[in-house]
């Protein structure tokens, strides 16, 4: 056999397909394997270079064959796609991964750590018992409505609706005793919640990255912790447009014919990063509505010519470049420099 330069491996729960070429791009190996397989064939294989899918399990995978001596690198799926040449199989996915990684301009996902995939696990928590607390809140308003008991918006506003329900002589009993089996339900969820929120914040103290993203207006101990957990390597982005891009900020592009035609927000990237920085951006635009604080000259004009909405997606862009600078640089926010810039 010839000396493999390339390896295209495409995993699953039990199965993996391989497909390697040599230097002369023939192809040299076709191989299944079954899980208990893989790190045993890779320990007696020569180094080489390995190409996954970014996708679950892949993280693992490619820890385990670089501690084995091997290159490896990820490859998000929407770039493997392309080069799937016809029908959907393991052994066409595993050519395909193959011929993507070879591409001179090819993006590779950064490799994450034990510790990085724990603190992505704690944000995945967070966000599911955010999303099971909203929902379990929305079927107590629900309930309650259906009875002509109704509360003002906010989470805060709950706990009084459920004394209410409990004191209120005009409900059946069986009622009674569902909105305390819901309430008893809440009461868990927010006291999860809680502690999975001081886990997330110990993180933000303990994390010199995080702490020093948190000194940018718009940018809170959530956000910045989300941000220092969820990009591996920012020194893969060429700049902080391409960062703001890689996060869904950036508008999409239609130009052809030498016309620029732009539309809406691409959505692409990580969803909980682009929502909080949006998040982050509404709640200073506020802030700046009430007087408070020390905007920006450049904010001040932009919502003097857009809606609040529009400003938001535009601020969290500007926020998510000064960010990629501060991460690649090491350095630390300084306002009174930015406003000097601006002012020259």
Not at 5 to 23: A, C, N, P
Not at 75 to 87: E, F, S
Not at 245 to 268: F, Y
Request: proline share 4%.
């Amino acid at each position: 056999m010839n000396k493999i330069i390339r390896i295209g491996m495409d995993t699953s729960k039990s199965v993996f397909q391989l497909h390697g070429v040599d230097e002369e791009e023939q192809v040299v190996l076709r191989k299944k394997l079954r899980r208990s397989q893989v790190l045993a064939f890779f320990a007696t294989l020569e180094a080489t270079r390995i190409g996954l899918e970014a996708c679950g399990g892949a993280h693992y995978w490619a820890r385990e064959l670089r501690a084995l001596g091997h290159e490896v690198v990820l490859v998000p799926p929407q770039y493997v796609k392309p080069y799937v040449k016809r029908g959907k199989n393991d052994a066409a996915d595993a050519e395909a991964i193959c011929e993507a990684m070879s591409r001179p301009s090819m993006r590779f996902v950064p490799v994450k750590s034990d510790e990085q995939q724990a603190a992505q696990m704690l944000l995945g928590i967070r966000e599911g018992l955010v999303r099971r607390r909203t929902q379990l809140s929305n079927t107590i308003r629900g309930h309650a409505a259906e009875f002509g008991l109704v509360a003002a918006k906010g989470l805060a506003k709950l706990e009084p609706l459920l004394e209410r329900i409990a004191w209120d002589e005009g409900l059946p009993e069986l009622a009674k005793e569902l909105f305390q089996t819901l309430g008893a339900d809440y009461a868990r969820l927010d006291a999860e919640l809680q502690e999975i929120e001081a886990k997330l914040m110990a993180f933000h103290r303990h994390n010199e990255l995080s702490k020093r993203l948190a000194q940018v207006p718009g940018i809170g101990p959530v956000i910045a912790s989300v941000m220092a957990i969820k990009v591996g390597d920012p020194k893969a982005f060429r700049s902080g447009r391409d960062f703001a891009a890689w996060i869904g900020l950036t508008p999409k592009d239609h130009s052809t014919a030498g016309k620029v035609r732009q539309g809406g927000i691409t959505r692409a990237g990580d969803e909980m990063l682009r929502s909080v920085m949006v998040v982050g951006a509404m709640a200073l635009i506020q802030q700046v509505k009430r007087g408070r604080g020390r905007p920006s000259p450049w904010l001040v004009e932009l919502l003097k010519r857009k809606q609040p909405t529009i400003a938001a997606v535009a601020l969290a862009n500007k926020t998510a470049r000064i960010a990629w600078k501060l991460m690649v640089s090491g350095e630390r926010y300084t306002q009174s420099r930015l406003l000097t810039s601006k002012a020259a």
